[in-house]
Nanobody
């Protein structure tokens, strides 16, 4: 089993920045990839960014490309999401996710085996 705990959410004005962090614990030997998703009220959970277990090959949704940066610290078993130039439409609960590689893919929620509890990000206009 793996436990994921997110932190760093909050309220920020449009154009501002936030940094989310996710710490993984438990059976973390087989981390194939880690990712961030988000879910706004009344909408489906959507892919935001992904990075390989080794901390390479970042991949972003078009809606955040150029504004968000995903990074991974293997020693600390953490993944971070630096969010700049935030927009009101970025408002959502952000979830950290981990894939063991059992199911291949990148953006589908089905690829990821473990999820954090979520952290709220609110961007005011």
């Amino acid at each position: 089993q793996v436990q994921l705990v997110e932190s760093g959410g909050g309220l920020v004005q449009a154009g501002g920045s936030l940094r989310l962090s996710c710490a993984a614990s438990g059976d973390t030997v087989n981390i194939y990839a880690m990712a961030w998703f988000r879910q706004a009220p009344g909408k489906e959970r959507e892919f935001v960014a992904r990075i390989s277990g080794s901390g390479t090959l970042p991949y972003y949704a078009d809606s955040v490309k150029g504004r968000f940066t995903i990074s991974r610290d293997k020693r600390k078993n953490t993944v971070a999401l630096q969010m700049n130039s935030l927009k009101p439409e970025d408002t959502a609960v952000y979830y950290c996710a981990l894939s063991t590689g059992h199911i291949t893919g990148t953006v589908s929620v089905k690829v990821y085996d473990y999820w954090g509890q979520g952290t709220q990000v609110t961007v005011s206009s």
